[in-house]
């Protein structure tokens, strides 16, 4: 009895015009069973069922435990805290200190290049890894200030501060502004698990990003290395170089400082890199004296600095970093002004990109260098609550640091709880060390900044890594630097994912797909032809016979070799007017017209007509059709042709996960084209390697998946070919196969046994030891009709197959059928 809704269904398909499937045509006719798996197995016949969207939507509802589970992976750190153990703490200290005085001077730069006060880079380095440890799920990466998201958040504050109603507002405000709504914007993706958004962006696009903005950044800093002012370094920057090189002759002292400091930089990195090849022993050590690097530049330069300024404070001989406030001076709630929000909001995109991509991309990297994976979601919700909190107590915005991740990671790190380390080093400097900071020369400064971006250029090998695998994705790469240069970096990673998207939409559009062509091949280790075990060698390949010696098969190439095999391979059709067909990136709206008109040209190109076109008059002629040229060849008979006629078509389904409406009623009217073509005949449609229940569905309401009825009612009795799977257990052809092994050896036995007894002169009478002849066929017979199998798909679409092979089988075998009985008819008239 039909349910309620069920009624109430057809009930208002009735009234709305709407014709419902019949659910009796989806019994099996059993006249289209010659010789299936039913015939045997009736009572295990496999009819597949197309899914609703009742059982869709009940697979989107989360059950209880997924709802526990989501909670739970909101706070990864519950999973490790109750296994910490003294030799993690050891790495985390270690590691913890390292990072710490690493990013103390890291952070105050960079907060120069955000057009904030030093200060600030202080606040975000703490609250950065004193709030990822929480929420994280990477033990390597660095959370904090970085170079090129502080240059955005620079140019962000610089635009929001020109406007007039706007230009009173601090810095630090606008900032703090921009962390907690670019905060949010992560935050929420993070939480709907949405952390796929990022393989949006490529790594050609990632790449020239980092490159542009590392040279920009870098181009920035030549200002404050020179001592030079009287231009902006917050232009283009082939503008600040060019104005750069224009005012060298006015450089100051600030250069001494600035250049000297940058060569040490590079001479201490690359001695000490150059004696940790030469003494592997020690490399442990001499990677941290590499670390420490920036950190003895600054203390030595400040050194000088003070010893050459303690007596000119209020007028130094060159730019210095000034009064550095003790404590959390600037701790309160962020200001969220909608005239503030409303100024910044066209840059909103380029933050969010940059918090996201940078980040997600070094915690994978780094992730799988050490043997762990990363939830690129959570990884999400911890930038988002770090940008979102970090603003209470005056941070600005922040993500995930390539360098101080790298150092981190060879520093031993063993879970995030290392960053506590880090926040307590920070913290310390915030109240103990400011005094210090108030020599520091701004040239120095500058050459940490260019020392440090310097890393963020992608090398040369690494292009030509590029043009190996893909010479136009060269091309994105060129533009993205070029434009960062040239204009804006943020233009540069627009330019990038714009043609990178292009690039892609264009191969899905003319994804054309190829025809496949049918070759028998045999497998070969070495000289020797084996059979489906590696270990059945059946001799040599040169000398065996083929046909009968060892077992073949066949595989399907394109007729065009378009997938680099080997051009002396020589392909064929699986029989005349059978095409095979597979599509190449997939079939939706988008290429379905490409893809399909390639197809009927094809099939066109290589058939003619079941019979001649003829019209009553020759104004009732298609105007897009002309017709055969008045030329005395092309009036000729047409059994010149020598071309098939269309049989069948086997479309492979195997790169084909899902089709939408355009492309199944694209597929519709192509059936249609071609059974015009082929008409008085019909024309098979087998689909083979079909992936997702709802691509069976959506070709199912097309018509496709069972056999099309002839016009002129000359109907043969299809032949439904079926893969077939054996049953495991006891039923299996392994354990049958057993079976009648042990059978035969117990009549062996048994026989050996009863000739034994008659020589000792025993009855040979007894049932018991006596075989009666044909016992052995009989127990075979019985362990052969023991075995069973189950079809794969459904018995009530014998036009789907489950690969190319059963595919082939079943046009030839329904094509041979069908002339067999057309011949058979036509010499009965």
Known sequence: MSSFPTKTGHALAKILGIKLEDPSKQAINSTAREGSILSFQSGDSFVEGPPTASEWLHGQIPARQEISTYVASLFPFLSWTGHYNLQWFAGDIIAGITIGAVVVPQGMAYALLAKLEPQFGLYSSFMGVMIY?????????????????????????????????????????????????AGCIVLGIGLLRCGWIVDLISITSL??????????????????????????????????????????????????????ALFFLYLIRFTLTSAAERFPSHKRVIFFMNTMRTVVVILLYTMISWLVNMHHRSEPLFNILGTVPKGFRNASVPVLSSNIISRFGSHLPATVIVMLVEHIAISKSFGRVNNYSIDPSQEMVAIGMTNILGPFLGAYPSTGSFSRTAIQSKAGVRNPAAGIITGLVVLLAIYLLTAVFFYIPSATLAAVIIHAVGDLITPPNTVYQFWRVSPIEVFVFFVGVFVSIFAQIEDGLYATVAISAAILIYRILKARGRFLGKVRVHSVLGDYVIGDDHKDIYGDYGTFNGATEAPARNIYLPLDHGDGSNPEVELENPYPGVFIYRFSEGFNYPNANFSLDYLTNFIFSQTKRSSAETFERAGDRPWSNPGPRKSAKSRQDPEIDRR????????????????????????????????????????????????????????TAGGFGTPTKTEDGMHHRWRSIFSVAEIGGKDSAAAVAEV??????????????????????????????????????????????????????????????????????????????????????????
């Open 207 to 260: 790449s020239a990003f980092m490159t542009g903005s590392a040279i920009t950044i870098a181009s920035g800093q030549l200002p404050a290395l020179m001592g030079l002012t009287g231009f902006s370094n917050r232009d283009s920057a082939y503008m600040v170089i060019i104005n750069t090189l224009r005012h060298l002759p006015e450089a100051r002292l600030d250069a001494a400082m600035g250049l000297s």
């Open 740 to 829: 009648a092994a042990n059978e035969r050896e117990l009549q062996a036995t048994r026989s050996a046994v009863g000739r034994l007894d008659e020589e000792m002169g025993h009855s040979s009478d007894s049932e018991e030891g006596s075989s009666k002849p044909g016992d052995e066929k009989a127990q075979e017979g019985d362990a052969k009709q023991r075995r069973r199998g189950a079809v794969v798909h459904g018995l009530n679409k014998p036009l789907f197959h489950v690969d190319l092979t059963s595919a082939v089988q079943s046009a030839i075998a329904n094509v041979e059928a069908r002339e067999e009985f057309r011949a058979a008819a036509m010499s009965a008239f």
């Open 133 to 181: 440890w929480i929420f994280g799920t990477s033990k390597d990466i660095s959370i904090g200030p970085v170079a090129v998201l502080s240059t955005v958040v620079g140019s962000v504050v610089e635009e929001v501060i020109s406007y007039p109603d706007t230009k009173d507002v601090p810095p630090y405000v606008i900032a703090s502004a921009l962390s907690v709504i």
């Open 644 to 699: 098939p006629t269309l049989k069948a078509i086997i479309l492979d389904f195997s790169s084909v996960n899902n089709v939408d409406i355009t492309s199944v009623q694209r597929l519709i009217d192509v059936r249609n084209q071609l059974d015009l073509y082929a008409s008085p005949s019909v024309v098979d449609w087998h689909v083979a390697c079909i992936n997702n229940r709802w691509t069976k569905r959506a070709l």
